[in-house]
């Protein structure tokens, strides 16, 4: 299982960035993919998650009306569209998959088997 993550860089507030994460490896149709994020000195937060088999997603209530999760099945990747960027969403994001996660709600960072390495996004003026 690989996981790529893309995307991050340095943005003012209030402006956008989209965070992609190429998956590949999976065997099957039932897992998820979702992003995590941890800032210096704080523990990892789910942010959100999507379901590959349905297209469920759950949102940290953090980032609910800001970020949006999408897929594309073709090219098994799963983006992170962040819109209205906090400076407190300052942190490294990275891209994860679980089989028994993301069911209803985003989950704990245990319930996730694989990491893919982090992408750093700053929000600053």
């Known amino acids: 299982v690989q996981l790529q993550a893309s995307g991050g860089g340095l943005v003012q507030p209030g402006g956008s960035l989209r965070l992609s994460c190429a998956a590949s490896g999976f065997t099957s149709d039932y897992y998820a993919i979702g992003w995590f994020r941890q800032a210096p000195g704080k523990e990892r937060e789910g942010v959100s998650c999507i379901s590959w088999r349905d297209g469920s997603t759950y949102y940290a209530d953090s980032v609910k009306g800001r970020f949006t999760i999408s897929r594309d099945n073709a090219k098994n990747t799963v983006y992170l569209q962040m819109n209205s960027l906090k400076p407190e969403d300052t942190a490294v994001y990275y891209c994860?998959?679980?089989?028994?996660?993301?069911?209803?709600?985003?989950?704990?960072?245990?319930?996730?088997?694989?990491w893919g390495q982090g992408t750093q996004v700053t929000v600053s003026s």
């Open positions: 994860v998959q679980a089989v028994a996660a993301c069911l209803i709600r985003v989950g704990e960072s245990y319930e996730y088997d694989y």
